[in-house]
């Protein structure tokens, strides 16, 4: 059983650029989350999706952001026009439907905007 | 508005001794509560969890305790272990929601 994985694990970029992360979760898990992670700071919500529909959105999901799950696997999230704002770990978990609330995960994409 | 609160940004005990990690909320609509633990450059790992219709929970040397009325929950680890050292993260989530909410975490580090 492969935990859930993220791609790439860092990125640095300048400001102004485009960048896009790839989550993979655990296979037949059909809930998909990402999180932002800042120094000093929990994790902090950004969206869920079940399956390939995504159900709910944080107000830090600003429209320079977007999510997508187009099969209801893999998911990538875009992050148009960064911002140094913008550095922070990205974080993906996922999660099987009727298994209690426990989210798994991944190791997180670091992006440094310069 | 940090609806899950982490006191104590650090705490250091010697191997073998109990740590004792608090955690306390404001929102008495959560009705679960999660413990995880994070590594450096790793992302959390889930650690062990609470239901609001129980006090307690225990897995192994992981016990955690919920005190509803005071909206108070804490993590006893015992004994603790060198390899227990790691940043440790309180979260909670309501009914019908799939959002996590976390609190800053506590750096714990156990001492050989």
């Known amino acids: 059983d492969t935990g859930v994985s993220q791609d790439p694990r860092h990125k640095i970029t300048k400001r102004g650029q485009n960048v896009t992360f790839r989550c993979d979760p655990i296979s037949e898990h059909n809930r998909l989350y990402w999180y932002r992670q800042t120094l000093g700071q929990g994790p902090e919500f950004l969206t869920y999706?079940?399956?390939?529909?995504?159900?709910?959105k944080s107000r830090l999901l600003s429209d320079r952001f977007s999510a997508e799950r187009p099969k209801g696997s893999f998911s990538t999230l875009e992050i148009q026009r960064t911002e140094q704002g913008d550095s922070a770990m990205y974080l993906c978990?996922?999660?099987?439907?009727?298994?209690?609330?426990?989210?798994?995960f991944g190791p997180g994409t670091r992006l440094t905007v310069l | 508005d940090q609806q899950v609160k982490q006191n104590s940004p650090s705490l250091s005990v010697q191997e073998g001794r109990i740590s004792i990690l608090n955690c306390d909320y404001t929102n008495s609509m959560f009705d679960y509560f999660l413990w995880y633990k994070k590594y450096p450059a790793e992302g959390p790992t889930f650690l062990i969890s609470?239901?609001?219709?129980?006090d307690k929970n225990e897995d192994g040397r992981f016990t955690v305790f919920l005190n509803k009325s005071a909206k108070h929950l804490s993590l006893h680890i015992v004994p603790s272990q060198p390899g227990d050292s790691a940043v440790y993260f309180c979260a909670a989530i309501r009914g019908g929601s799939e959002k996590l909410v976390f609190g800053k975490g506590t750096k714990l580090t156990v001492n050989p």
């Open positions: 978990a996922s999660s099987r439907r009727g298994a209690g609330n426990e989210q798994f």
């Open positions: 999706f079940q399956n390939e529909a995504q159900l709910e």
């Open positions: 609470i239901s609001s219709i129980k």
